[in-house]
């Protein structure tokens, strides 16, 4: 099967699996899709590296259509070098495998009202593994955006996450990302949050996120999140 470069991550695994799956070619797209949305609010902090001056508001909607998934976000930003927001859609995969599963997507970044001299817009491409190990969600993923943010012209990135239920309905995570990047500075992103199912339709979160860059002039700048979702 011959498949764009661009889709490649995503086309491909998805058709193998759902020729192998079903020998119906519409199964996958006669089911219903399941959506969620979201809003949160962060205090002020870092967006890609760069000083966001003022809190955060964000407004996310996603999808799960059997092991297909989508969703759009969009964030308002206030740099010090006049970016409005930073806006997303992406596209994912997931693969059950053994004995991980994996998790395939793209995504598309754009940041409206950053000025010509800047990057303004990213594909981002990611693969994670996941997998059960004594109790603990564990995930390990590695991803590549072709152009970033401002000065950044290649990223390469490795992500590791823990997670577990803490209560009945209370759910925590702690992740650490670091990126490598041709153009800018190298930088490390430590999230550790908790989530709480309020009832079986809506839930809300918090979480702390951590940015360091290793450079001599960055500061570690915490941002404090909350945010309330529910499914439509």
Request: charged share 15%.
């Amino acid at each position: 099967m011959r498949c764009w470069p661009l889709l490649v991550l995503l086309v491909c695994p998805a058709a193998a699996h759902a020729g192998a799956a079903n020998d119906d070619p519409n199964a996958v797209w006669n089911q219903p899709a399941n959506w969620q949305a979201q809003i949160a609010l962060s205090t002020s902090g870092v967006i890609n590296g760069v000083i966001n001056r003022t809190p955060q508001l964000s407004a996310s909607l996603s999808g799960r259509k059997s092991d297909l998934y989508f969703g759009a976000n969009a964030q308002t930003a206030d740099s010090n070098i006049g970016t409005d927001s930073q806006d997303q859609l992406y596209l994912g995969y997931n693969q059950q495998l053994k004995p991980v599963a994996l998790r395939w997507q793209l995504t598309y970044k754009t940041y409206p009202g950053t000025p010509s001299q800047y990057t303004d817009q990213a594909l981002d491409y990611q693969v994670t593994a996941s997998k059960n190990l004594l109790g603990l969600n564990t995930s390990l993923g590695v991803e590549y955006t072709n152009a970033d943010y401002t000065t950044i012209r290649k990223s390469y990135g490795l992500n590791f996450s823990l997670g577990r239920g803490l209560l009945k309905k209370m759910y925590g995570w702690l992740s650490i990302s670091h990126r490598h990047n041709t153009g800018s500075v190298d930088y490390t992103n430590t999230n550790i949050g908790v989530a709480y199912q309020l009832t079986d339709k809506l839930g809300v979160s918090t979480s702390i996120n951590d940015w360091h860059a290793y450079a001599s002039w960055a500061e570690d700048h915490p941002t404090f999140s909350i945010s309330i979702n529910r499914k439509l």
